[in-house]
């Protein structure tokens, strides 16, 4: 072995136990261990509280996002859901979720009161990312009546986002 390369390679080595003895966690975090931690009361000391869990330095790469905290509902539909809905009280709304649940409503002109559930299922625009299930008095109103509802939907959350935009 030459000692260029000895040389490059004690630098790597270095340059890794350097990184690794970075922060308050010392060399056992690089590795996969950790400091130890006084809990009193059940509560994380105001340091850890603010910083995210990392054990080792391969979770960076992890996917570790907390579904209780990332929205993955998109706007546009939710927002186009509530005005095409408008004349439907509004039950119950979860955005993490992306359900809405309305109340039985007449719409402008019509004779008959619905109800209807709407779940925004994933961030993209298009017809994939909704479904409306609508319900009357008398009982389920046809898959057409909902498609319809749908089709209403996507239109109101296109001209939203084309709003936004000033397009």
Same mark, same amino acid.
């Given at each position: 072995?030459?000692?260029? +390369? *000895?040389? *490059?390679?004690?630098? @790597?080595?270095?340059?890794?136990?350097?990184?690794?003895?970075? =922060?308050? =966690?010392?060399?056992?975090?690089?590795?996969?261990?950790?400091?130890?931690?006084?809990?009193? &009361? &059940?509560?994380?000391?105001?340091?850890?509280?603010?910083? #995210?869990?990392?054990?080792? /330095?391969?979770?960076?790469? $992890?996917?570790?996002?907390?579904? &209780?905290?990332?929205?993955? !509902?998109?706007? %546009?539909?939710?927002?186009?859901?509530?005005?095409?809905?408008?004349?439907?009280?509004?039950?119950?709304?979860? #955005?993490?979720?992306?359900?809405?649940?309305?109340?039985?409503?007449?719409?402008?002109? =019509?004779?008959?009161? %619905?109800?209807?559930?709407?779940?925004?299922?994933?961030?993209?625009?298009?017809?994939?990312? @909704?479904? !409306?299930? !609508? +319900?009357?008095?008398?009982?389920? !109103?046809? *898959?057409?009546?909902?498609?319809? /509802?749908?089709?209403?939907?996507? $239109?109101?959350?296109? +001209?939203?986002? @084309?709003?936004? %935009? &000033?397009?």
């Amino acid at each position: 072995m030459r000692i260029g +390369q *000895t040389t *490059t390679k004690l630098f @790597i080595v270095t340059g890794l136990l350097a990184l690794a003895g970075c =922060g308050d =966690g010392g060399f056992g975090n690089f590795f996969g261990g950790g400091t130890e931690t006084v809990v009193v &009361n &059940n509560e994380r000391p105001a340091r850890e509280r603010s910083r #995210p869990e990392r054990e080792t /330095i391969w979770d960076l790469f $992890a996917d570790r996002d907390d579904p &209780n905290t990332t929205v993955e !509902v998109n706007k %546009y539909l939710w927002n186009a859901a509530l005005d095409v809905l408008n004349f439907m009280p509004l039950e119950a709304a979860d #955005p993490f979720t992306g359900v809405m649940v309305f109340g039985y409503g007449t719409p402008p002109g =019509g004779g008959g009161a %619905y109800k209807a559930t709407v779940f925004v299922r994933d961030p993209a625009l298009d017809a994939r990312s @909704i479904e !409306v299930a !609508v +319900q009357s008095r008398g009982g389920a !109103v046809s *898959t057409e009546t909902a498609h319809k /509802i749908e089709d209403a939907i996507l $239109a109101r959350a296109r +001209q939203l986002r @084309i709003q936004d %935009y &000033n397009l």
